[in-house]
């Protein structure tokens, strides 16, 4: 396959100068993110407390580069996908030393690229202009700048979604036929990309094989049979338990001594629906039930301000409704729609303190471009076309708000995990401004 028919492979709803736009508003997200990368290894842009993951990380990190050097095994014992954060940093410091700055750098770069896959992905299914202003708005998005600029895994968590929504946009739009020339690229990107996307951030995998899956489906009984959709649906159901059997094989690996707690895998279902102890009670909690998800919620957040006290002597101040307590099914419902506000758009001016700082003002004032944009999208969503395949971003998103309502703890991790969640609505967003700005007069 020569690079022109990849091109339009991948890439069917550009045009060449269209493609040149694209190639330019990838690069200005790389000189963003190199920029802060750079200035932020001599000046420390926000308090301490922002680099406080990053920094364990990298320290983590550069002993088990050292420990490879020395031919020993480091024992690692994190979640796991902070385990694979540990494990990538690591193999970079074993052969370019501890330059932290260059792997900011290298971030930069895999944030640039996120932002031209994702918009590849929705030019298949909104058109090259949506596409394109939705990759600038991304490209400029303050947050999304700093946290893919630094040694958060926000940058390869970003592309490696990016690369899945890719590859089953472009198997749910190929025509019918196992000899279209979409197919193999989408196979390649969604299978791969939701493989990696697992090993990142396990319930990012869950929801785009969920959501993908059920557009497949939902494509399948509208339009007919076809083997791309096929193609989705048996991609989508084997990669999760597949995923399980592996990883739990690799982390044994990476840690044969280590205890039985942290050989196994808490990123799928055991983390989803948790067995959890009510200490005040003193009984343990059905999984399947209204008070596991609020006790668990305790009990994690509890354990964040213990750990912030003893490692930091610092006191968490952004903790998500640590006294929300569901006896009802009910009592879930209500809290859903509020909670996914909170992670989503919080904080926001006069809904939320600011107390003077300036990390949460300059949140406050992007949440609300982000709200304003938000609403935006719905109305594109409500009066846009229903195509089957736009249904794909729209799960996607559904899926990942509602989980970021029960399992976002503090604002400061949910203002990283949202940026992807939030940039699914961003092309429907830009189909309203790009309709309105056709009909307005010259």
């Known amino acids: 396959m020569s690079i022109k028919s990849l091109q339009a492979a991948l890439l069917p709803a550009l045009s060449a100068a269209q493609f040149r736009r694209f190639l330019l508003v990838v690069a200005a997200a790389f000189a963003l993110r190199g920029g802060a990368a750079v200035l932020s290894e001599s000046l420390a842009i926000f308090p301490g407390y922002y680099y406080i993951d990053p920094g364990v990380m990298d320290r983590i990190a550069w002993k088990k580069a050292e420990g490879w050097r020395r031919g020993e095994t480091m024992q690692v014992l994190l979640a796991p996908s902070h385990r694979s954060q540990v494990f990538l940093l690591a193999n970079v410091y074993y052969h370019i030393g501890h330059h932290p700055v260059v792997v900011k750098l290298l971030y930069a770069g895999v944030g640039a690229l996120a932002i031209g896959a994702l918009a590849a992905a929705f030019s298949c299914v909104f058109g090259a202009g949506p596409a394109l202003l939705a990759a600038l708005v991304m490209a400029l998005w303050p947050s999304h700048v700093f946290y893919t600029s630094q040694l958060y895994k926000e940058g390869p968590v970003f592309l490696t979604g990016a690369l899945t929504l890719w590859g089953g946009v472009l198997l749910l739009a190929s025509p019918p036929g196992i000899g279209s020339r979409r197919l193999w690229p989408g196979l390649a990107l969604m299978g791969l990309g939701l493989f990696l996307t697992a090993f990142l951030r396990a319930y990012l995998m869950l929801g785009l094989a969920v959501a993908l899956g059920l557009t497949a489906a939902w494509r399948w009984a509208s339009k007919g049979f076809a083997q791309s959709l096929f193609c989705v649906l048996i991609i989508a159901a084997s990669v999760p338990p597949m995923y399980k059997v592996l990883s739990a094989a690799i982390y044994r690996r990476q840690a044969p001594a280590a205890s039985p707690e942290f050989l196994k895998d808490p990123g799928i279902q055991d983390y989803i629906v948790p067995a959890t102890y009510d200490y005040k009670r003193n009984e343990y909690i059905s ?31 952004t903790q998500l409704f640590p006294d929300e307590d569901f006896e009802t099914w009910g009592d879930v419902l209500v809290f859903l729609p509020k909670a996914a506000f909170y992670t989503l758009f919080m904080p926001l001016p006069g809904l939320y303190p600011m107390e003077g700082k300036i990390g949460r003002m300059l949140a406050a004032a992007e949440n609300v471009l982000l709200l304003a944009l938000s609403l935006c999208a719905v109305a594109g969503i409500l009066k846009g076309p229903k195509s089957s395949i736009r249904m794909a971003p729209i799960l996607l998103f559904l899926g990942m708000a509602a989980g970021s309502a029960f399992f976002e703890f503090d604002l400061g991790s949910a203002s990283r995990h949202k940026l992807f969640t939030l940039s699914l609505l961003l092309p429907f967003a830009a189909e309203v401004f790009l309709r309105r700005t056709s009909r307005s007069p010259a």
């Open 287 to 317: 999984p399947y039930s209204p008070r596991s998800i609020s006790e668990f919620r305790r009990n994690c957040q509890f354990e964040d301000r213990k750990l912030a006290k003893v490692f930091y002597n610092r006191t968490i101040g």
